[in-house]
C-alpha cells in the first residue's frame, strides 16, 4: 500500500514539475513573440486553454475544467507578408523527443493548418537546446529515421538561439526550404 502511494506521489510531483517547466518555455515564446510584434516581422499570439464549466455554484462561483480533447496548437499567428504561422512547444529532459510528445489532435490540427499552406512546425526544448522542427520532418520522422523520436545531434540545422527569448523563427528560412523539399 505504501509504495502505491509513494509511486502517485512520485508521479504526482513529476507532473507538477513537468507542468511548470512547460509554462516558463511557454513564456519565453511569448517573450519572443512580443520581440517580433514590435519589430513588426510577426502577430503571435498564446492560443487559450479550452475551458468549460463542470458544475455551477452559488454567487457567480463555479468549479471549472481546463483542458480537453479541443486543444488548438499552442501558438498561432500571422507574419510580415500574410503567411499565417501555427505551432506546439514541446519540452523533454532527455536528449531525445518523442513524436508521441504530440497527441493525435495536435497533429491532426498541424497537418491541417500544413496543408492550408500554414508554417508548421513544432517549437521543442531538447535539455538546454531550443529547435525549431518542421511540420514534415516531424511527421514523418518514422520514415527518416527509422524511429518515432529525433535526438537533438540530429537537428542541429534547426536549433535556435536564446537571446529575447527562444528565437523561434530563426529557422523559419530553414523550415520553409525543408518543407518545399519534402513536398517536392
Known amino acids: ?21 512547460g509554462q516558463i518555455i511557454e513564456k519565453e515564446i511569448e517573450r519572443a513573440c512580443l ?7 510577426a502577430e ?3 492560443t487559450p486553454e479550452p475551458f468549460s464549466v463542470a458544475e455551477k455554484k452559488e454567487k ?14 499552442d501558438f498561432k499567428g500571422t507574419l510580415l507578408g500574410g503567411r499565417s504561422i501555427v505551432f506546439e512547444v514541446k519540452s523533454t529532459k532527455e536528449n531525445a523527443i518523442k513524436e508521441s510528445a504530440l497527441t493525435k489532435n495536435q497533429s491532426e490540427l498541424l497537418e491541417r493548418h500544413y496543408k492550408m499552406g500554414a508554417i ?7 535539455g538546454q537546446r531550443y529547435f525549431t522542427i518542421p511540420w514534415s520532418k516531424w511527421r514523418d520522422m518514422k520514415k527518416i529515421y527509422g524511429r518515432k523520436h529525433i535526438k537533438a545531434e540530429e537537428i ?4 535556435v538561439k536564446y537571446s529575447h527569448g527562444i528565437m ?6 530553414k523550415i520553409q526550404l525543408y518543407s518545399r523539399r519534402a513536398e517536392g
Open 35 to 41: 520581440y517580433y510584434k514590435v519589430e513588426g516581422v
Open 156 to 159: 542541429t540545422e534547426f536549433e
Open 120 to 126: 508548421a512546425f513544432v517549437c521543442v526544448v531538447i
Open 44 to 46: 503571435i499570439e498564446k
Open 60 to 73: 457567480g462561483y463555479f468549479i471549472g475544467r481546463f483542458g480537453g480533447k479541443k486543444a488548438q496548437p
Open 1 to 21: 500500500m505504501n509504495q502505491a502511494i509513494n509511486e502517485k506521489a512520485v508521479r504526482s510531483y513529476k507532473s507538477r514539475l513537468n507542468n511548470a517547466q
Open 168 to 173: 523561434f523563427l530563426d529557422a523559419l528560412k
